[in-house]
């Protein structure tokens, strides 16, 4: 049991749609990442919030947006979804600081199928 | 540009001998490194870590090697064990990211333990 909890497990969308993807993390984890999966490759990294404020971000667009709440829960936006956005989106999250051994715990991600 | 590289897909072993699953990488930057398993349908679990200042790091059944002046870190099983069929991911980070900032992954290396 991870404790990093995703919703929904899968979802359809039509290109040039946006969507939200949630996440639900452990009490105390103030560190949270989201992460790409395409098919056949290993995770990417989208960006990481710490305590509410973006942290750091990888090689995505600024169609990929995201949120961090008071309560350890996140979400995911994308806008204008383009076909090559099909993947399985990661969330994790860590209880210690950015830059620390804490490992990131994975939640079981979302299915995005874009059409 | 595959910073994360683990060249083997798949590997077979018998249930009781030794797995290694190898990874390279070509940043000099990263200083620490991670080992993660996959089961279908579920987020990756973290297995086991380890620093740059470090060459060896041993977790039970689990033991990961760094070679830092070729760049390449090892995982070894022993002894192997059915329930360890799974894909096994690499991850790196670098800059003092530590174990939860930015990790890069290599494509994986599906493991089948045969009874």
């Known amino acids: 049991e991870t404790g990093v909890t995703q919703s929904p497990t899968h979802l359809i969308k039509t290109r040039g749609q946006q969507v939200t993807l949630r996440c639900s993390s452990q009490?105390?984890?103030?560190?949270v990442s989201w992460y790409q999966q395409a098919l056949g490759q290993g995770p990417q990294f989208i960006f990481q919030y710490y305590r509410e404020e973006e942290n750091g971000r990888g090689n995505f667009p600024p169609r990929f947006s995201g949120l961090q709440f008071p309560n350890y829960s996140s979400e995911l936006n994308v806008n204008a979804l383009e076909l090559d956005d099909s993947a399985l989106y990661l969330c994790a999250s860590s209880p210690g600081t950015p830059g620390t051994a804490s490992p990131l715990h994975f939640g079981n991600g979302t299915r995005l199928t874009v059409t | 540009d595959q910073q994360v590289k683990q060249n083997s897909p798949s590997l077979s072993v018998q249930e009781g001998r030794i797995s290694i699953l190898n990874c390279d990488y070509t940043n000099s930057m990263f200083d620490y490194f991670l080992w993660y398993k996959k089961y279908p349908a579920e987020g990756p679990t973290f297995l086991i870590s380890i620093s740059s200042i470090k060459d060896k790091n041993e977790d039970g059944r689990f033991t990961v090697f760094l070679n830092k002046s070729a760049k390449h870190l090892s995982l070894h099983i022993v002894p192997s064990q059915p329930g360890d069929s799974a894909v096994y991911f690499c991850a790196a980070s670098g800059n003092s990211g530590g174990s939860n900032y930015k990790l890069t992954f290599g494509k994986g290396t599906l493991l089948t333990v045969n009874p």
């Open positions: 009490s105390g984890h103030n560190t």
